[in-house]
């Protein structure tokens, strides 16, 4: 039997046909001002740190006291993400 195979598939509309996970509350959100607003500030902060766009594999990311600092993209994006 194959790895991954997925029983039962989302047939909602919105839905990824592969995986069948349902993206339109996820694009919902990623498209709310504030998100929009959150995104600009992280690229406006890479641009002038001169990581934007020039395969450093560098990313801002946001510490607890709400500075922004230099950190490697795969540290930063897996962070907070939900355990498998």
């Known amino acids: 039997m194959p790895k991954n ?3 039962a598939k989302n047939t ?3 839905s990824n046909k592969k995986t069948g996970r349902d993206y339109s509350k996820e694009k ?5 001002p504030a998100r929009k607003r959150y995104r600009a500030e992280l690229n406006k902060a ?4 001169k990581t934007y766009g020039n395969g450093d594999n560098m990313d ?3 510490t607890k006291s709400g500075k922004l600092v230099k950190e ?3 540290k930063n994006r ?3 993400r939900g355990k498998k």
Do not use: V, W
């Not at 919902?28 to 709310?32: A, I």
């Not at 890479?46 to 740190?49: D, F, G, P, Q, S």
């Open 28 to 32: 919902e959100y990623q498209s709310s």
């Open 12 to 14: 909602r509309p919105g």
């Open 46 to 49: 890479n641009r002038k740190a």
């Open 60 to 62: 801002m990311s946001h």
């Open 78 to 80: 897996a962070r907070n």
């Open 72 to 74: 490697l993209q795969s």
């Open 5 to 7: 195979n997925i029983k």
